[in-house]
């Protein structure tokens, strides 16, 4: 396999925790988090399942939720990368978005109606039929090159960064729209209660005593480009897609495989693909959906295979915005790179023996240039994202300290930082 | 590199597996009553898995099963290690039947009473999961939506993951149900914004099996080209045959086309109906040397792989 480098010129990001990637990663820092009763819809459950709603957002009419969040998160993603929808059409621009709710025929009034023998009206079909995240963003920003809309559960966002990276790498494309989006609504969050993996409260990644997951809703965009373009337009890169690696677990619909053999591979993968070692990975934004299944799995593969290295959830500031979820997560970790530190893994308190791994409990300062964000999916996906400040070539010119190669990763507590004493190191990855 | 198709898995209306394909393509539509729905039948999948283990999967997946042994069996590697074959499976509305089920159980029984085999049966990528389990697949997976552009999409992405290396086979295929959801919207299509097709409607899934290898057998064909987009479609030259469908017009093209809808029903999957049957046309010899299956969608969006015989 080649060694990747795909330049990230732009982020765009809408989660609970804010409204656009500023403002998430500013509440995270500030441990701002508020998991609450639905307030769109309601559940007839006894117990109140807590959700992570976006405030104050309204989208067109003739357009699912989903899509009306993956456009504001592509504006905001344009914006950044100083493009228009002029200088798209004149490129081979494509999209390659995941999701889980913005592909489904589930509406529900729709279907009561159906199955009370009356003639439902077409609208919600079309709005659904007219909703398909990828072709939103086509049809929006007259898009020409290719277009996916990927429906890989959980891995959806992960997955469709590293696809999408992958035309460029490819020269399918000059620049890709990649991210993931997804809404809150009755009947997801009724199925997760269904599986029993729904928490009734806030959620708590990889402790002890988690119950469960928290819904949430959001969207995320990364624009990718060629070099040749971003050296043409004499634009600067953000970041990189530095490799992409995923598998399956072929061991259960719903279930990781308690070995995670799928998951190593995938980060062995994606790590291959970027050309680094374990000792290079600054931090990893771990899936963490605060099930007992899924942290226990993953806690026990960061343990094995990235030993030492500082590891967090952000799923305690957003909750589990599903195919969104790799998308909304590259852009933290991204922007956690760029700021050289990382968030406390939000309702983490108590560690838990079985897991063999502890996650960040504050603020933290990481030094390093790469960092990995995974996710893991129901239908046993594994999709892992290596996301670094330099390419291979060399340092981006704006960084002073460290290079891919050869730097070390290490980590100190902000707030021994902040405290004027030495900075005490928590980790530094695996020698 | 070269890719190439080692084998084919169809069930539809048709019947099932290549020959009956293969026969009806001969045999052209049928004469008489216009046909109200071309529907598959999924049961042929006890001969492949024991029917203790179909338990968890809905009509949907078993016919994306059905589709992917057949195309393994065709291929003659069904008995290998599948520990590095990829998974792409493309749907243009996923589970309808499953998902109404599962909007059922939260009518008949409230909230609380929501099924969880149906709600994970009702996720679009529940196929993949099956088959993966099934067959031991422990490659890639990927589930892609596209509506009518579905199939060319996920045929892009199984060629990149050869052309990358990241596998050496790679089961690629679409499905799609008539479920009462989606009957209920060809009864009614006169009134969606945009019309499902001309019909019949129709439901299946298709399925290749595509290789890097050098040291595969035989194929039924090379892949030459597989790009999707938006605007004008490239040039189909220099195949000396154009498949068509989707819901829009290609544009002026100087080639023979044909429309094969009516053998397999028209449903989002059909690009993927299209891709066998010029599999097969290609190894039968004595049309073309290549074939173009061109998908067009009303908004304008393309759909285009092209195949050229061993």
């Known amino acids: 396999m080649t060694a990747m480098a795909v ?60 899509a009306a969040l993956l456009l504001a998160a592509a504006r905001e993603a344009l914006a950044d990368a100083g493009l228009d929808r002029e200088r798209l059409a004149s490129l081979r621009a494509g999209a390659c978005i995941g999701t889980t709710v913005g592909s489904a025929m589930n509406d529900e009034a729709f279907c009561r109606e159906l199955r009370a023998g009356r003639s439902p009206a077409m609208a919600p079909m079309d709005r659904i039929r007219s909703s398909n995240p990828a072709a939103v963003l086509a049809r929006a920003f007259g898009l020409t090159g290719p277009c996916q809309t990927i429906v890989n559960a959980c891995s959806s966002g992960t997955d469709a960064v590293g696809l999408g990276a992958s035309w460029i790498e490819a020269g399918l494309c000059d620049l890709v729209l990649a991210g993931g989006a997804d809404e809150l609504g009755r009947i997801t969050c009724n199925g997760f209660i269904s599986m029993r993996i729904s928490a009734p409260g806030p959620c708590r990644p990889f402790d002890r005593d ?25 634009a600067r890169a953000r970041s990189f897609v530095l490799g992409y690696g995923s598998s399956c677990d072929a061991y259960h619909p719903t279930a990781p495989s308690p070995d995670g ?17 374990a000792s290079q990975v600054a931090f990893v934004n771990a899936h963490g959906t605060a099930t007992p299944d899924n942290d226990r799995v993953e806690g026990r593969v960061l343990a094995a295979t990235l030993p030492g290295v500082p590891f967090l959830s952000t799923k305690g500031f957003t909750g589990h915005t599903l195919g969104a979820a790799g998308a909304i997560e590259a852009a933290f970790t991204v922007a956690c790179l760029e700021q050289g530190r990382i968030p406390a893994c939000a309702g983490f308190k108590t560690p838990d023996p079985d897991l063999g791994a502890v996650p960040v409990t504050e603020n933290t300062i990481i030094r390093g240039t790469v960092a990995l964000s995974q996710s893991l999916a129901f239908g046993g996906n594994n999709a ?43 980790s530094g990855g695996r020698p | 590199m070269r890719i190439t198709v080692q084998g084919v898995g169809v ?18 539509p ?52 599948h520990g590095r074959l990829g998974v792409v499976v493309a749907s243009g509305y ?40 099934l067959l031991g697949a422990k490659g890639p997976s990927l589930t892609v939506s596209q509506f009518e552009l579905s199939a060319p999409s996920a045929l892009m992405a199984a060629r990149l993951w050869l052309e990358q290396g990241r596998v050496d086979r790679v089961l690629v295929g679409a499905v799609d149900e008539l479920s009462g959801l989606i009957s209920y919207l060809w009864d009614r299509q006169g009134e969606l914004e945009r019309p499902l097709g001309p019909g019949p409607r129709g439901e299946g899934a298709a399925f290749l099996l595509l290789s890097s290898r050098e040291d595969a057998g035989e194929p ?75 998908t067009c969608t009303g908004e304008g969006e393309f759909g285009l792989a092209r195949l050229k015989g061993w």
């Open chain 1, 7 to 66: 330049p990230i010129s732009g982020l765009g990001c809408i989660s609970a925790a804010g409204p656009d990637l500023d403002a998430c990663m500013a509440s995270m820092f500030r441990g701002d988090r508020a998991p609450a009763a639905p307030r769109r819809f309601s559940t007839s459950h006894p117990l109140c399942y807590p959700v992570f709603e976006v405030p104050d957002f309204e989208g067109p009419a003739g357009l699912l939720r989903t």
């Open chain 1, 210 to 234: 988690r119950e469960g997951l928290n819904l949430g809703e959001g969207a995320a965009v990364l624009v990718l480009e060629a070099p040749e373009l971003l050296r043409r337009r004499r």
């Open chain 1, 261 to 277: 053999a799928g998951l190593d591979r995938a980060i062995q993968e994606a790590m291959a693909a970027a050309g680094i070692q």
């Open chain 1, 384 to 426: 892992v994202l290596a996301l670094g400040l330099d390419s291979p070539s060399g340092p981006r010119p704006d960084r002073e300290w460290g290079s891919l190669r050869g730097s070390h990763a290490c980590v100190r507590s902000e707030r021994s930082t902040e405290q004027g004493g030495p900075p005490s190191v928590i």
């Open chain 2, 11 to 28: 069930v539809g209306g048709f019947g099932c597996g290549v020959q009956d394909l293969a026969r009806a393509l001969g045999a052209g």
């Open chain 2, 30 to 81: 049928a004469v008489g009553e216009p046909v109200a729905a071309l529907r598959a039948d999924p049961s042929p999948l006890d001969r492949f898995v024991p029917r203790r283990n179909q338990r968890r999967l809905d009509p949907f997946s078993r016919m994306a099963a059905l589709a992917a042994y057949l195309a393994l069996e065709d291929a003659d590697v069904l008995a290998e290690d």
């Open chain 2, 94 to 133: 996923g589970a309808t039947g499953t998902t109404l089920a599962l909007i059922d159980s939260i009518i008949e029984g409230g909230d609380a009473c929501t099924s969880p085999i149906h709600f994970a049966g009702s996720l679009h990528n529940a196929p993949a999961a099956h088959l993966s389990i």
């Open chain 2, 220 to 294: 039924y064909c090379i892949l030459e080209q597989a790009v999707t987009g938006r605007g004008p479609a490239p040039g189909l030259a220099p195949a000396g045959l154009a498949l068509l469908s989707g819901s829009g017009e290609p544009g002026v093209t100087d080639l023979p086309t044909r429309r094969l809808t009516p053998v397999y029903g028209c449903m989002p999957a059909a690009p993927a109906f299209d891709l066998a049957a010029a599999a097969i046309l290609l190894k039968q010899g004595d049309g073309p040397e290549r074939i173009a299956c061109l």
